[in-house]
Structures are given as structure tokens and as C-alpha cells.
């Protein structure tokens, strides 16, 4: 049982680049998020999903696309990197809502 | 605007003493808090939570104490061991369109000297 697993662990990307940050999950969970945290803040929520081909805008969405075609893989689009998107991005999921959340390790992301 | 914040960036406490990390929000509607522990190069783990119709939760040497009319909870843990040293985030949410959003607060560096 693995949990959840994010990849990369790192990336650098030139800007204008795009990307996808994998997240999986093996607790058959039914809500995913992707969440970014800048240096001394706290996690804020980009987007989240309820449940496969459900998904919908946190608190900083713009910059950023998901899809969510199967209830294990939540993958998280860059589609024309900029400085502002460095940051760690973190995944989560959680088997109902109010629940808590199980995290992956991260994916340390740099934009030069 | 922080609807979550934690006003102490670190705190230093002995091993076997009391650690008091402390959490205070705006949102009137906040109705569920979490507390997370946090590692470096690790995701934060899910350590306590507590409703809005308690104002006392514990598990184990973890106790979250809730004062809805001030807006403040507060973690305690008795007493503290070297390997408490991590980051420590509160999360407030309410449900909003029949899902519970989190908002987090910046974090409190605890480190626990042997």
C-alpha cells in the first residue's frame, strides 16, 4: 500500500515550458487536490476533485489544468510555466470530504 | 487576507515539557480544524481534528483545545519528545457546494532540545 505518490520529485523548467505532475493514489479514495506551498506560507488549494471526470477551482487556479479520468491518477498541467509557479506542489486525497487528507511527498518545482 | 494564522513562526521547548502551538481564524463559518505534522521533504501527515461542537479532542499525548467565541485553538503536546520536531500547520474549513475546502495557516517550526 503505497499511499500517494507524486512524480518528479524535481523539475526545472525554463519559462514558457509546460508540464504534468503525476499524482496516484491506492486508497481507492474518491476526493483529490493539488495544492502549492510558497516558502514561509501555508498550503494553498489549487484544484480538487470529488470524484473521476469531476473537478473543480480551489483558491489559485489560474496558471494550471487537471483532468481526473480515473479515481487512482490526478495529474496537474502547466501549460506556459512562469516564475510565479515555483513552489512545492503537494497531492492529496482522502476518502470523504471533511475527512483527512493522506499527502504525497511533493514536487519540487523551479521556474528559471 | 489570512483566515488562518499562526502567529508564532517557531517555538523552542525542552524534552518532557509541555509545547503549545496556537492557531487563530476570522471565518465565523469554519466549522472543522485539522492539525498536520510536517517533516522536511515530506508531505504533512495528519496528526488531530476537532468539530465546532467540541471544544476538546485527544489522542494520546495530542490534545486540541477549541474556543469558537475567541476563534482559537490551540495543539498541546505532553510531553514533548525529540521527534516532535517538525513543522505544524491548523487547517479550517466549512463546507462550501457540499465539499470541505481547507485553508491553512503559515506553519510553526517546534523544536524539541534533548
Known amino acids: 500500500n503505497a499511499g500517494v505518490t507524486q512524480t518528479p520529485k524535481f523539475r526545472i523548467l525554463k519559462i514558457g515550458q509546460s508540464m504534468t505532475l503525476q499524482c496516484t493514489q491506492d486508497m481507492n479514495h474518491n476526493y483529490m487536490y493539488w495544492y502549492r506551498q510558497d516558502p514561509g506560507m501555508g498550503l494553498k488549494l489549487i484544484y480538487y476533485?470529488?470524484?473521476?471526470?469531476?473537478?473543480d477551482k480551489g483558491e489559485v487556479p489560474n496558471g494550471y489544468n487537471v483532468s481526473r479520468s480515473t479515481t487512482e491518477d490526478f495529474p496537474l498541467r502547466l501549460e506556459l510555466a512562469a516564475p510565479s509557479q515555483t513552489s512545492v506542489y503537494f497531492c492529496a486525497s482522502s476518502y470523504s470530504t471533511g475527512l483527512n487528507q493522506f499527502f504525497g511527498p511533493g514536487t519540487r518545482l523551479t521556474v528559471l | 487576507d489570512q483566515q488562518v494564522k499562526q502567529n508564532s513562526p517557531s517555538l523552542s521547548v525542552q524534552e518532557g515539557r509541555i509545547s503549545i502551538l496556537n492557531c487563530d481564524y476570522t471565518?465565523?463559518?469554519?466549522?472543522?480544524f485539522l492539525w498536520y505534522k510536517k517533516y522536511p521533504a515530506e508531505g504533512p501527515t495528519f496528526l488531530i481534528s476537532?468539530?465546532?461542537?467540541?471544544d476538546k479532542n485527544e489522542d494520546g499525548r495530542f490534545t486540541v483545545f477549541l474556543n469558537k467565541s475567541a476563534k482559537h485553538l490551540s495543539l498541546h503536546i505532553v510531553p514533548s519528545q525529540p521527534g516532535d520536531s517538525a513543522v505544524y500547520f491548523c487547517?479550517?474549513?466549512?463546507?462550501?457546494?457540499?465539499?470541505?475546502?481547507?485553508?491553512f495557516g503559515t506553519g510553526t517550526r517546534l523544536k524539541v532540545l534533548a
Open positions: 487547517a479550517a474549513s466549512a463546507v462550501t457546494s457540499g465539499t470541505y475546502k481547507y485553508i
Open positions: 476533485s470529488v470524484g473521476a471526470g469531476i473537478t
Open positions: 471565518n465565523s463559518m469554519f466549522d472543522y
Open positions: 476537532i468539530s465546532s461542537i467540541k
